[in-house]
């Protein structure tokens, strides 16, 4: 998508900085790994990049609650 390029290739150079909660479930990134992380990539980290980054910590909060909740109901 337009206007989302680095966004995109920070959250996959990054993926493996996602935090997770003692039960198991996505807390968020860790921001001071992914700074260094675009730092590597030339990034430039603005505030309407850490928008997007929160937009997807957001988007995969929401998907691992929804999975939990379907876990739940399996036998």
Do not use: C
């Not at 206007?3 to 995109?8: R, S």
């Not at 150079?13 to 001071?32: C, E, H, I, K, N």
Request: net charge neutral.
């Amino acid at each position: 998508m337009p206007g989302n390029t680095e966004a995109w290739e920070l959250l996959q150079a990054g993926a493996t900085q996602l935090r997770m909660s003692g039960m198991g479930g996505p807390v968020g990134f860790d921001y001071t790994a992914l700074a260094l992380v675009a730092d590597s990539l030339g990034v430039d980290l603005t505030p309407g990049l850490w928008k997007k980054v929160r937009a997807v910590e957001t988007v995969i909060r929401i998907a691992a609650e929804k999975h939990a909740q379907a876990a739940q109901k399996s036998p």
